[in-house]
């Protein structure tokens, strides 16, 4: 405790200065920051997967097989309200955790039920636009692009889906637990999985739609 | 989370996404200036898209360029991902994803794009089977 004490503690804050480390180390890290960590490392990984589906596109987007390309297929309106339907979504989710740092229990749940009907709005358009192209017979199995193009985007889709089964049972365990601390751990992670949805939301919006689209 | 006495600094390590107590005013200003932020860029690269304003060739650059600011911009006043010291390990992880994202989809294109360039067109390998 000694060299501490004469030691500020941003000098060295993660003890790498040897020996130090071993002999008077405060054990493990607080739950909150081993929880928050870990789900970091997952969603890493999920964004390396999507990672993959990305590559796979980015080689197959010219491969239409005769079939129509996205520039034919792609409505940039709709795209638009998509991305601002999620854009919002990530505002409030951030309103949310707020709240809940505060133990605002009725800003919480209004916070939570706008990001509920705004994500729903997004996957609601996202299926219709999804119907139309099987309507127009650009189904996934038309052509090699479409396959890719439905793997992506479908994939992000069911990661929204199931982030809007998440915030419901959030908003429940809220509500009847509390601000409990295992509860606010719980609101971290989904904090974290919402708000990445939007980023890899961003990079499919640029690399398939935009510049599918035009150019 | 600290037993020394002296120890008046934040703790060693912050979760990711965690903001640490701050005035709420301040904390909603934050989210504000993201959302702000990231409706400009997301304007910007829709509006770009659509028009002829600019040199065509430089459109797929620059809505590329304004994806990657979004996405940081989406880090730093959504995530909360900062450079500070307690902030390293979260960085450190990040920064491993990017080089794996960066390694599978540099890769995958340059690969695809040297097979496709040195493959010999499908019909006269079509011809040599028969």
């Given at each position: 405790?000694?060299?501490?004490?004469?030691?500020?503690?941003?000098a060295d804050?993660?003890?790498v200065?040897?020996?130090r480390?071993?002999?008077e180390h405060?054990?493990p890290?607080?739950k909150?920051i081993v929880?928050?960590?870990?789900?970091?490392?997952?969603?890493?990984?999920d964004?390396?997967?999507?990672s993959?589906?990305?590559?796979?596109y980015?080689v197959?987007?010219n491969e239409t097989?005769?079939?129509?390309s996205g520039?034919q297929l792609?409505d940039?309106?709709?795209?638009a309200i998509?991305?601002?339907?999620?854009?919002?979504?990530?505002f409030?989710c951030?309103?949310?955790t707020?709240?809940a740092d505060i133990r605002?229990q009725?800003?919480?749940?209004?916070?939570?039920?706008t990001?509920?009907?705004l994500?729903l709005?997004?996957l609601?358009?996202?299926?219709r636009e999804?119907?139309d192209f099987v309507a127009?017979g650009?189904g996934?199995?038309?052509s090699?692009?479409?396959?890719?193009?439905f793997?992506?985007?479908?994939c992000h889709g069911?990661h929204v889906?199931a982030?809007?089964?998440w915030?419901?049972t959030?908003?429940?365990?809220?509500?009847a637990?509390?601000?409990?601390a295992?509860?606010q751990r719980?609101?971290l992670?989904f904090?974290?999985?919402?708000h990445a949805l939007?980023i890899?939301?961003?990079a499919?919006?640029?690399?398939?739609y935009?510049?599918?689209?035009g150019? | 989370m600290?037993?020394h006495?002296?120890?008046v600094e934040k703790?060693?390590?912050?979760?990711?996404?965690d903001e640490g107590?701050g005035?709420?005013?301040?904390?909603?200003?934050?989210?504000?200036?993201?959302?702000?932020?990231?409706v400009?860029?997301t304007?910007?690269?829709?509006?770009?898209a659509?028009?002829?304003?600019v040199w065509?060739?430089s459109?797929?650059?620059?809505?590329i360029?304004l994806?990657?600011a979004?996405?940081?911009?989406?880090l730093v006043?959504?995530?909360?991902i900062?450079?500070?010291p307690d902030?390293?390990?979260?960085v450190?992880?990040?920064?491993f994803?990017?080089?794996?994202v960066v390694?599978?989809?540099g890769?995958?294109?340059?690969i695809?794009?040297?097979l496709?360039?040195?493959?010999?067109?499908?019909?006269?390998?079509?011809?040599?089977q028969?």
């Amino acid at each position: 405790m000694s060299t501490a004490a004469t030691m500020p503690a941003h000098a060295d804050p993660h003890h790498v200065g040897g020996m130090r480390a071993a002999t008077e180390h405060e054990g493990p890290a607080p739950k909150r920051i081993v929880t928050g960590y870990g789900f970091w490392i997952f969603l890493l990984s999920d964004i390396v997967m999507f990672s993959c589906f990305f590559a796979s596109y980015a080689v197959l987007v010219n491969e239409t097989a005769g079939g129509p390309s996205g520039a034919q297929l792609f409505d940039l309106r709709s795209v638009a309200i998509e991305t601002a339907c999620l854009l919002l979504s990530s505002f409030t989710c951030g309103l949310a955790t707020i709240s809940a740092d505060i133990r605002r229990q009725a800003r919480f749940q209004a916070a939570m039920a706008t990001t509920c009907v705004l994500g729903l709005a997004f996957l609601a358009l996202e299926g219709r636009e999804f119907a139309d192209f099987v309507a127009r017979g650009a189904g996934p199995t038309r052509s090699a692009f479409l396959s890719a193009f439905f793997t992506l985007v479908g994939c992000h889709g069911l990661h929204v889906s199931a982030g809007i089964l998440w915030l419901l049972t959030m908003m429940a365990q809220v509500y009847a637990k509390g601000f409990r601390a295992d509860i606010q751990r719980r609101l971290l992670c989904f904090a974290l999985f919402w708000h990445a949805l939007d980023i890899i939301w961003v990079a499919v919006f640029s690399v398939v739609y935009l510049l599918g689209s035009g150019v | 989370m600290s037993d020394h006495v002296h120890d008046v600094e934040k703790p060693v390590d912050v979760a990711p996404g965690d903001e640490g107590e701050g005035d709420v005013r301040l904390r909603l200003l934050g989210y504000l200036i993201g959302l702000g932020l990231a409706v400009l860029l997301t304007a910007t690269s829709f509006f770009i898209a659509g028009t002829d304003l600019v040199w065509q060739p430089s459109i797929p650059v620059a809505i590329i360029v304004l994806a990657i600011a979004q996405m940081g911009v989406h880090l730093v006043f959504f995530l909360h991902i900062t450079t500070g010291p307690d902030n390293a390990n979260n960085v450190m992880a990040l920064a491993f994803g990017l080089l794996i994202v960066v390694l599978v989809i540099g890769g995958s294109l340059w690969i695809m794009a040297n097979l496709n360039h040195n493959m010999m067109p499908m019909d006269q390998l079509m011809q040599m089977q028969r």
